[in-house]
């Protein structure tokens, strides 16, 4: 069974006094994103046309952004290493009618609406493959475990409403193979494989760099590398973003830690000029709280922090002093690579006066049936069962 | 993986019919003693042994306890698996027979001739050091790598048969794993007599297990290259294959770790059975396995607290989450107690001869310190035992 899946489901903890209050949107690995209150009833359910090819977001319009999946690594002719391929943004309204989409080719991993109404993402492209003279360069990984003999760079793209690339960066034009080595476990068949982005405040943007076990700042539009943080220090991390406060904050997934023979995710948050982590949550027992891939983390409007602990499914919010205020486990099983999984890719909270809700009223019982099976009352917190 | 905030703890799931009956001995990790739950988690016996275990205890045929357990200011307290200390209790607690070196780590080997192997570590001299690859550069222990001894003892403490690692083992295929230190190699966390009175042994950093002639010292056999990932526990079972618990960690290329159970065979190096379950199934530390008389195995995943056990088939027809109570500093209720291994045995296992009480009619345990059995026993009460 898997302890996590002794896990009662739905809201697990809620301490009223402490926790924040809003709505909390996220995907399971299928068709269906959702928007749960506090509580965990279903307050907004969208149908998409795709699979999520990982994230989804709601606008300030209450519209849903949505990457979807429409291509496998295989159609691309690319092992399972290309993972989280989405390949489709498409804007919903409300209440799941189309409004706006536009391809975007090996898209993958996270994305995200520029001020300008833009869309940024990554994307593992041909464009980005390093030639030879710069692959050989390459340090780390694991030898022989290139892409049919090359190292495919990561790019990010920017698409304009119209769906045309206005803006494009390779890895291979900018990263240094003699700074930015690969972990030694890991392939080579991406360099440095990114897996989440953010526009900072200052219009820079930072880039998840999950290979390198390192976060890394790039200049926009010039695309130089800015920065260059905690290297060494986080490892295999995603969700990476800058906040209102200018510090950094990062999901530390701990896979391959070096010289730590104990798996354990952790949280943190750095302030970029001296790069000395101010906060982080690790669980009491480390090993209690770990999930090598995805993972999210969002600085709530109270201080404390909702925590994305993807592979368990699990959403919970913890206040400064690492106390865990409110749990969710979600109860919706999605599917990835043929097997079910309750697993959540990214999780977002949105407070009550979110303008993406002005027009909208957010009632569970137009979800009846959705609460009925899926809401608080669905899962008796006290049974246990057994087979006979 | 992870552990919520609110879960189903002790039994989980038990199918009767399919199950090796018997009792189950556990050793939890932040504990100082060890339990003996019923096939429903219910309380049947408990040892003191007074210090934190650095392995877990095992049963003796004659009904004794073997505990290892950690001296806390040793000299290498800060490597994982620091021991220091080797107990023999008897079934009411009290300590029959004491073996106590600093050096000792992980685990033991009670031989089939009265004698006990231990494992303990050494210095390693620079010449060996200096061609030991792998592993991050630069990180020994202040400037030392510290190898492994085997040794026999017997009753009166006295070493009988030594057997030092670095005399024996290949630097360039005993190579340590690339993001491990380099202060132990090849850091031995389990040892077992086999039938033959060979060793079988697993070397974590290097990732493999190996059979160790007991007459020359050499290496006879070695497994592990590609296929395991710091493992722990391995065994000899009565078929001659091997059984071993590979946690799954610092695996290459994988984006999500997990743990498999394996049964090769020495002869071939074929894997003839594997349990494995996704992500589900994953324990960085700790672990434990055991093939059991009716052909199902039984697992301890460590870190998570969780016992069960499968069939051949790979289906779960027993699950316990340990929720015993320690004397833990940890408050977080609902987490369950890491337990470092646990063994099932049967009605007919010869250590069981001593009385019993059955579940729910206990009396103080005697042998045990008083203030520790009383907060014991009404956490016991609380829980409902």
Not at chain 1, 194 to 204: E, Y
Not at chain 2, 21 to 35: F, K, S
Not at chain 2, 336 to 363: E, I, S, T
Request: net charge negative; glycine share 10%; aromatic share 10%.
């Amino acid at each position: 069974m898997g302890v996590e899946r002794s896990f009662k489901l739905g809201v697990t903890l809620h301490n009223l006094q402490k926790a924040d209050d809003g709505y909390t949107l996220f995907g399971p690995n299928n068709h269906d994103a959702w928007l749960i209150d506090i509580e965990g009833r279903v307050v907004n359910r969208w149908r998409m046309p795709y699979s999520a090819g990982c994230h989804g977001r709601l606008l300030p319009n209450g519209h849903i952004i949505w990457a979807s999946q429409i291509h496998t690594a295989e159609e691309y002719g690319l092992t399972d290493d290309f993972s989280g391929l989405g390949g489709l943004i498409q804007e919903l309204d409300w209440d799941g009618n189309l409004v706006w989409e536009s391809e975007a080719p090996y898209q993958g991993h996270d994305f995200q609406v520029m001020d300008n109404g833009h869309i940024l993402y990554i994307c593992f492209h041909p464009n980005g493959i390093l030639p030879d003279e710069l692959a050989a360069e390459v340090k780390g990984g694991l030898p022989g475990t290139e892409q049919n003999g090359k190292i495919w760079g990561d790019c990010v793209m920017e698409i304009d409403r119209q769906g045309k690339v206005v803006w494009e960066w390779l890895a291979c034009e900018h990263l240094d193979p003699k700074i930015d080595t690969l972990c030694p476990l890991e392939s080579r068949s991406m360099w440095p494989y990114l897996n989440s982005l953010c526009v900072c405040q200052d219009g820079n943007i930072l880039l998840s760099t999950r290979y390198l076990n390192q976060i890394t700042k790039i200049e926009y539009p010039s695309g130089r590398v800015l920065n260059r943080y905690l290297r060494g220090r986080i490892f295999h991390q995603h969700d990476v973003r800058e906040l209102p406060n200018g510090n950094i904050m990062a999901f530390d997934n701990g896979l391959h830690r070096y010289g730590e023979e104990l798996s354990y995710s952790r949280v943190v948050e750095f302030d970029p000029s001296t790069e000395e982590v101010v906060w982080e949550y690790k669980a009491e027992q480390p090993s209690d709280f770990y999930s090598a891939i995805c993972g999210g983390s969002e600085r709530l409007a109270n201080g404390n922090t909702l925590i994305c602990d993807s592979v368990a499914g699990r959403v919970f919010e913890v206040t400064p002093s690492n106390e865990i205020v409110w749990e969710y486990v979600s109860p919706f099983m999605g599917e990835k690579r043929g097997l079910p999984t309750n697993r959540i890719w990214r999780a977002h909270r949105y407070s009550r006066d979110y303008t993406g809700f002005k027009d909208h009223i957010l009632d569970p019982t137009r979800f009846p049936w959705e609460n009925l099976i899926y809401g608080p009352h669905a899962f008796r917190k006290d049974f246990a069962f057994t087979i006979s | 993986m992870s552990i919520g905030t609110a879960s189903t703890k002790g039994l989980v799931a038990y199918d009767p019919w399919k199950v090796y009956q018997g009792v189950n001995l556990l050793t939890p990790a932040e504990g100082t003693g060890v339990w003996l739950v019923d096939m429903q988690g219910r309380y049947v016996h408990y040892w003191e042994a007074g210090c934190v275990p650095s392995c877990g205890a095992e049963l003796l045929l004659d009904g004794n306890l073997l505990y290892a357990g950690k001296q806390v200011d040793g000299p290498l307290a800060d490597l994982e698996g620091a021991a220091g200390v080797l107990l023999e209790l008897d079934w009411f607690g009290k300590c029959l027979w004491r073996h106590e070196d600093p050096y000792l780590h992980h685990g033991f080997a009670r031989s089939a001739n009265g004698n006990t192997y231990v494992t303990k570590w050494t210095e390693i001299p620079a010449r060996v050091t200096s061609k030991v690859e792998g592993g991050i550069e630069g990180s020994e222990r202040s400037g030392k790598m510290w190898g492994d001894v085997i040794q026999e003892v017997d009753q009166a403490g006295r070493v009988v048969w030594e057997w030092l690692a670095h005399e024996h083992l290949d630097p360039t295929i005993d190579v340590i794993c690339p993001i491990c230190r380099r202060s132990t190699w090849p850091h031995t966390n389990s040892i077992h007599e086999m039938a033959d009175g060979n060793l079988l042994v697993s070397f974590m950093r290097t990732s493999t297990v190996a059979k160790i002639d007991r007459a020359s010292g050499d290496v006879l056999w070695r497994w592990g290259k590609g296929q395991l990932a710091h493992q722990h526990f391995v065994t000899e079972m009565d078929n001659g294959n091997v059984l071993v618990f590979d946690r799954g960690l610092h695996t290459p290329g994988m984006d999500c770790g997990y743990s498999q159970v394996i049964e090769l065979s020495p002869q071939t190096g074929e894997k003839i059975w594997v349990y494995m379950d996704g992500h589900f199934f994953f324990s960085s530390i700790l672990s434990s396995c055991q093939r059991l008389p009716n052909g199902n195995t039984l697992i301890c995943e460590g870190a998570m607290g969780r016992l069960f056990e499968v069939d051949a088939k790979g289906t779960i027809v027993w699950e316990y989450l340990n929720n015993l109570p320690s004397e833990a500093t940890s408050p977080v209720a609902a987490r369950h107690c890491m337990v470092h291994a646990a063994f099932r045995y049967g009605v007919d296992f010869a250590g069981l001869r001593r009385p019993v009480l059955v579940p729910r009619q206990r009396q103080a345990t005697p042998g045990t310190a008083t203030g520790v059995a009383t907060r014991l026993h009404s956490r016991l009460e609380a829980l409902g035992y």
